[in-house]
């Protein structure tokens, strides 16, 4: 939204030369993890710098770890990474998967926000890291009027280095406005009925179109270190719950879906089981047809892309496996975008 289509007025009851003002509205921000602006080694290098120097996601001493990051890891990691980016990138629109699905995501529910609430509320979008970033939309909503704003992370389940960094970030942005709006955060949705039925549907109609019927349904989620769980993030949690949900609702035995753990960094242990290993033991098992879900990201990005449809689906094929589905993500699949204003709905409650 540009200056030229705020709507001003001169507020009621104000002098006659009081400058005008734009009309008050509700903003509803929402974040994503984030995106490098391309997949060149400098535009990595920056992406990479502020993931990995955010202490929500590393959390070891600086001293130690500046040193590490800076000398080698952000040396050597912006190629690989690069290269990866490169074999998923959106190359018409110049941009990555996330940022294109973010889009589509926010266009859709913006439409749906406009249709209930009309011109009372702006709907737009930011990413933790990289660009839009959130100081600069946060600056956008407020100049644009708005003077209660609702920050809505799109991860359905709660963890430290997902929900509570956007969260942080949110908070640093409101540090630098001269009038802070009044502000809330939605809390994670992982239970929610409609949630679990637009995962249970994306399901039904991946199984529909398949020849042969997968041997196990794999839930991968994004990864943490262990300790992260015995520290008191419910993250691990709310994933398994995720799971036992998905399960009921598609009216399954237990154990035919299985909740595993990628994208593991370093040395540390993380939560297990892995999916990269677990995916290739199945097929060793003897199921040698398997479908994969990812029910902690709410739209494809490269941990899904080229990670599960890429390195895991290898690892599964190299060890006998024959068939390797993806079910992807849920994106703007209407159900979803339901789900969602559903949550947005209850979440701005007495400001609409």
């Known amino acids: ?20 003002l734009p009309k008050a509205k509700v903003g509803i921000l929402l974040a994503n993890l984030g995106t490098p602006d391309g997949y060149d080694y400098w535009s990595m290098r920056r992406y990479l710098n502020e993931f990995l120097s955010d202490r929500r996601v590393v959390d070891l001493p600086r001293y130690l770890w500046q040193p590490l990051l800076q000398l080698v890891i952000l040396t050597r990691r912006p190629f690989a990474s690069g290269a990866n980016y490169k ?4 190359h018409e629109a110049n941009e990555s998967p996330l940022l294109t699905i973010t889009k589509d995501q926010v266009a859709a529910l913006r439409a749906a926000a406009t249709a209930q609430w009309g011109d009372r509320v702006m709907v737009d979008f930011c990413m933790r890291y990289g660009n839009p970033s959130t100081q600069s939309v946060v600056d956008r909503m407020v100049a644009a009027g708005c003077d209660r704003i609702l920050f809505f992370p799109l991860y359905p389940q709660y963890a430290g280095p997902t929900t509570a960094t956007a969260n942080d970030q949110f908070f640093r942005a409101l540090q630098n406005t001269k009038r802070q ?38 839930a991968s989620y994004h990864g943490m270190p262990k300790r992260y769980l015995l520290e008191g993030d419910p993250y691990h949690c709310q994933c398994q719950k995720t ?7 598609l009216g399954w035995a237990p154990g035919q879906i299985i909740t595993t753990f990628q994208s593991v960094f370093g040395r540390e242990e993380w939560l297990k089981p892995y999916t990269v290993e677990h995916v290739a033991e199945l097929a060793r098992q003897g199921k ?13 990005c490269i941990e899904t892309l080229e990670e599960i449809n890429g390195e895991i689906r290898e690892a599964f094929l190299h060890a006998g496996g024959e068939s390797f589905t993806y079910i992807p993500c849920l994106n703007d699949d209407p159900a979803h975008i339901g789900a969602l204003m559903e ?10």
């Open 243 to 249: 799971s036992r949900l998905l399960r009921e609702r």
């Open 181 to 218: 709006p009044a502000s809330r955060t939605v809390a994670e949705y992982f239970e929610r009925p409609g949630y679990i039925d637009a995962l249970a549907a994306s399901v039904e109609r991946a199984y529909a179109g398949l020849a042969v019927r997968p041997d196990a349904l794999v």
């Open 87 to 90: 074999s998923i990138w959106n």
């Open 343 to 352: 949550v947005i709905g209850e979440n701005l409650t007495g400001w609409v």
């Open 288 to 300: 040698k047809n398997i479908a994969v879900i990812s029910p902690a990201f709410s739209a494809d």
């Open 1 to 20: 939204m540009t200056a030229a289509e705020v709507s001003t007025a001169r507020p009621p009851h104000a002098a006659a030369d009081h400058p005008a």
